[in-house]
């Protein structure tokens, strides 16, 4: 078995995955939304305290399957310094007490295989990696050859849905508020940009939109005195350019890439409205759509220990793993 850790942001994770059969037969994940919601966002400090508690607890619900563990997974990269830093401590001190290999596995490469927890993996398959962090459409050749295609050129998907949330004092996470408020909104009442729509760069940018909905928050007085349909119809209104940027995007990659299977993973992707606007724009295209089970959309160790079976399948190992926070990728770039 293959025991794996995750702490790259705010959440807890450790899983132990069977090597034969790709079973998971363990897995838990503590979320500090609760914490965090009060600040409106991720603390890292905080945020790193927290995984020094979690973490042990979690782990010692996973004594029983130490003699059977044939390596230790955790993800390095990218993600916040202090919160990986945990992770990779339990990491090495496991793999010396027990004398077994490391895994170093790169977080947007484990919200890739996602989609094949418990399952054999789809090659090639196109992926449009949607997060709290990160916004990319990925080729997936194989193992070894994934592909940037394109990505943001400042915020993320999910970023933006918080920092949209936070306008309106809607909370924390704000993706799910805003979806949800989305579904009893009007969204034709504003007419919010859509990023990039005259520009032949096939790439992603969301800083525009997020001003011009901060602008309406402000036209409508402010969250302390909108209503709750304004705010409604502006999630709505937000939701909709966000996913006209999104398809737009994709049409210009899927009118020219051949390969038929296409993926959405990432927080971001459990969205039930970008879904099956993907769906629709698949099935256009002839493409086959495979979304990543709710349970594994956001970030865990499940993801991380289904990466970490390939790895170990090929003997790739780390003799020691270092934090990598920051990653920028560009279109063209190699994960």
Known sequence: MILSIESSCDDSSIAVTEIKTKKLIFHKK????????IYGGVVPELASRLHAIALPKIL????????????????????????????IAMAKTLSAMLDIPLIAVNHLKAHIYSLFVEKEGIFP?????????????????????MQVLATTMDDSIGESFDKCAKMMDLGYPGGPIIEQLALHGDENRFSFPVPLSNSPLIAFSLSGLKNAVRLQIE?????????????????????????????????????????????????ASANRSIAKAYETLCKSYSKRLHTTPL????????MVGRYALDS?????????????????HTSGTRL
């Open 125 to 145: 398959i196109l992926t449009l990696l949607i997060s709290g962090g990160h916004t990319m459409i990925v080729r997936v050749k194989s193992f070894e050859d």
């Open 295 to 302: 349970a594994y959309c956001s970030d865990n160790a499940a």
């Open 60 to 87: 010692a619900q996973t004594q029983e399957y130490f003699p059977k563990l044939k390596a230790i997974a955790v993800t390095n990269q990218p993600g916040l310094g202090v919160t990986l830093m945990e992770g």
């Open 312 to 328: 170990y399948a090929r003997n790739i190992f780390a003799n020691d793993i270092q934090t990598q926070p920051t990653q920028k």
């Open 219 to 267: 036209a409508l007085g402010g969250a302390s005195v909108m209503s709750e349909q304004d705010k409604c119809d502006v999630a709505a209104c937000f939701q909709k350019a966000v996913i006209s940027h999104l398809l737009q995007k994709s049409k210009k990659i899927f009118a020219s890439e051949p390969i038929c299977d296409v993926a959405m993973v990432g927080g």
């Open 30 to 37: 503590i979320s500090q939304e609760k914490e965090h919601s």
